[in-house]
């Protein structure tokens, strides 16, 4: 492997054990964790003020996402999934990747910028205002394992100038800005997507928590997130509800409470058919993206039927949970190949070197 590489592999994997600290520890755990107690204490305060700038992210919120990037951090995960790639990475041309990242959870951008750093390209970031704070944080440590980083990435400031490539992740309308926009460079342009779950009635209690993690994490804003669940006709909603109840505490969250007792008051004006729980409603219907605070379900009658119709809506999910599928409890933890919207962005950006 280019020791180059092997540098930039071993700063990551340095950032992913301060992520770890940094997201289990409130007091300095010492120099192993890679950081001054300095360091460890202005980023912590970076944790604890975010929701000041997006209500959304919340001390929980954001350590949950420093976990799960801690734990895809380490240097065998690293190397499984960067070593198909390292002969074309030897003969890349370094480029100018344009990076437009989303905001619906802490540290959505993250894959791309690593993607892009450890191909030797440039990253030319243009952070959501939505989350602002902990990505420049993290470049900024990361800079201090790898010096030379500091000369691989800039944050755009208005319009995006000087570009080879881009990577722009935004909303079904923002998405077909991007395409006229971008038309004339090579690009990845992501839309929102949303996930389902699909239950047999064969699931255990602990599955049926664990989902309740797939439901709830960032309060469900995540594409990632289960936004809606099929289940067989008969099948008895009781038994979900059941495994949802440690998660009512979310409903003491301001901008979640707003959401949850909003969307009740218009079905309820609209005399939907509701089941709710105080602090998620279900509602029957064929749509996909429930409303925060909500949750979509739908009947099917066998096992072949349905899966015809999700390879149907395929475009319009990111993840499936269930026997059989990504694990119950796992929506949130994907790995380092699991690629947003299926488009596999190492190959996307050592492109060129693969067609030499």
Known sequence: MDNNLQQRISAFVQLGKALQALSTSDTWPGFDCGLTESEFNDFK???HTNFHYNGWFTKDNVEMALRNWADALQEERLLKWITPYTHHLASISPQRIAIICAGNIPMVGFHDILCTLLCGHFALIKPSSDDSRLIPGILFLLVKWH??????????QGKLEKFDRVIATGSNNTSRYFHQYFADYPHI???SRTSVAVLTGQESKEEMKQLGHDVFAHFGLGCRNVTKIYVPIGYDLNHFFEGMYDFHPIVNHNKYANNYDYIKAVWMLNQEDLLENGFLILKQDDALKAPTGSLFYSYYNNESELKALLEEKKDEIQCIVGHG???????QCPQLSDYADGINTLEFLVGDAINQ
Do not use: L, M
């Open 45 to 47: 305060q970076v944790i």
């Open 147 to 156: 010096e030379p980083f500091a000369q691989q990435f800039e944050f755009a």
């Open 189 to 191: 342009i992501r839309k």
């Open 325 to 331: 599928y990504t694990p119950f409890g796992q929506a």
